[in-house]
Structures are given as structure tokens and as C-alpha cells.
């Protein structure tokens, strides 16, 4: 996938800034990519939640992300969702949505067990959304500089989340694919 080519960066970003803001287009694997990245790169102590907008995507992404590293989901890797959730004691990747870690947020300030938080599809704004943001930015500026945060997008302006996290960009962008030129139909 396209994102492999930076995962590099993005954890060498993460490492020495404790975050990143990444743009890659659609497709390009942010989602089933970058969190395993962080798990398998030792920068994170407990675990990745990733924080997808809609209930519906935070399954399928799980179900994936659990399938790509050869587990099921509610093993290495699950969910959490209002009125559904699939999670175990080995569970490190927790795709959650935003009601989900607000009220983890709200019921753990500290966000205990906790290495890092993925930011996924953050050009989607919604209150809680926003407020997710604020709230693990203010843990990791005091109690916590040892939280991860991750914020990616398709096509947020970048310049705005990475001066409020402090954090550099990374760009993914589509391989450059050759075409062949279409054939002559001459006579």
C-alpha cells in the first residue's frame, strides 16, 4: 500500500516528537496500517486506540486490521462501539468511536493503559471529535508527554492540527503508476 513507503517517517515523527499530522489520500492505508506500525515499532507501552467516526468503519477497520496481522477480532485487535464491543485481555488495537473515548476520557483523565491515539478520518469535525482532540493534547502537554497521538486525514489542511499538536507533517501520496499509451487503431 502507498503508506508503507512512510511509515518510517511517521514513526521516526512520533519518536521524536511524540506526534504526527498525516495526509494520504484514500486507500492509501492509513487506517489498517498505522496502527499496527506503532504497535510493532515499541514506541508504545499499553495500548493503540484509534478513533474512527462512525460505528460502522471502527468494525470494518477492526475485522481488517485483525485479518492483515493473522488474528480475530477481539484478540490482538477489536472494537468498541456503543452497544457493541469486541475486545480481550490481549486486545492492543481498540478501534473505538468518539462517544467511546469521551467517555473514557471522562471516566480516566489520565487515559491509564494507554501508549497512543489515533486520530483516523480527523477532516471529519464533529463536537466530539474536537473535543477528543483538546482533551488528549492538554493530557499529553501535562500528566502524560508519553501519550502517542496520530492525527490523519485525506484532506484536512494540515497546517492548523500540526501547530496546535507541535508536530510535523508526513505526506503519502499515490505511487506514480505507468500507463500505457492506448493502442493505434490505424489502418
Known sequence: LPIDDVLPQVIAA?????????VA???????????GALLDSGLVTGDVVVLEPRRLAARLAATRVAHERGTRVG????????FDRKVGAATRIRFVTEGVLTRRLLADPELRGTGA???DELHERHLAGDLALALLERLRRTRRPDLKLVAMSA???P??????LDAPVVVSTEPNLRRAAPPSWSN
Open 14 to 22: 512520533v519518536r521524536a516528537r511524540g506526534a504526527v499530522v498525516l
Open 25 to 35: 489520500p484514500p486507500g492509501a492505508g492509513k487506517t489498517t496500517r498505522v496502527p
Open 75 to 82: 484478540d490482538e485487535v477489536g472494537y468498541e462501539v456503543r
Open 117 to 119: 491515539v489515533v486520530l
Open 155 to 157: 484532506t484536512l489542511d
Open 159 to 164: 497546517g492548523p492540527i500540526a501547530a496546535f
